[in-house]
Nanobody, 125 residues
Framework: QVQLVESGGGLVQAGGSLRLSCVAS????????MGWFRQAPGKEREFVAA????????YYADSVKGRFTISRDNAKNAVYLQMNSLKPEDTAVYYC??????????????????WGQGTQVTVSS
């Protein structure tokens, strides 16, 4: 069983930045594909960014491309989401997800095996 713990959320003004972190338990983190998703009030959970096991491949939703950067540090069992130029529409609960198999990045929520509890990001206008 893998546990994922997110941190780094908070309240920020539009145009500001936040860096989310997700730390995973377990010794096989380096094999996992990782992803970030978000869910705003009254909306479905949506894909934000994904990274493959090595960090060599990444993919972003169009809505965050050029503003957000996903990265990972396998030595620390951690994945990060650097969020710049934040907009009010980025307000949501952000979730970290892990997939225990596969060589690629994954963009659908049902492709992931483990989820964190989420961290709130609020962007004020």
């Amino acid at each position: 069983q893998v546990q994922l713990v997110e941190s780094g959320g908070g309240l920020v003004q539009a145009g500001g930045s936040l860096r989310l972190s997700c730390v995973a338990s377990g010794r096989t983190f380096s094999r996992y594909a990782m992803g970030w998703f978000r869910q705003a009030p009254g909306k479905e959970r949506e894909f934000v960014a994904a990274i493959n096991w090595s960090g060599g491949s990444t993919y972003y939703a169009d809505s965050v491309k050029g503003r957000f950067t996903i990265s990972r540090d396998n030595a620390k069992n951690a994945v990060y989401l650097q969020m710049n130029s934040l907009k009010p529409e980025d307000t949501a609960v952000y979730y970290c997800a892990a997939r225990s198999s596969g060589s690629y990045y994954y963009t659908e929520s049902d492709e992931y095996d483990y989820w964190g509890q989420g961290t709130q990001v609020t962007v004020s206008s």
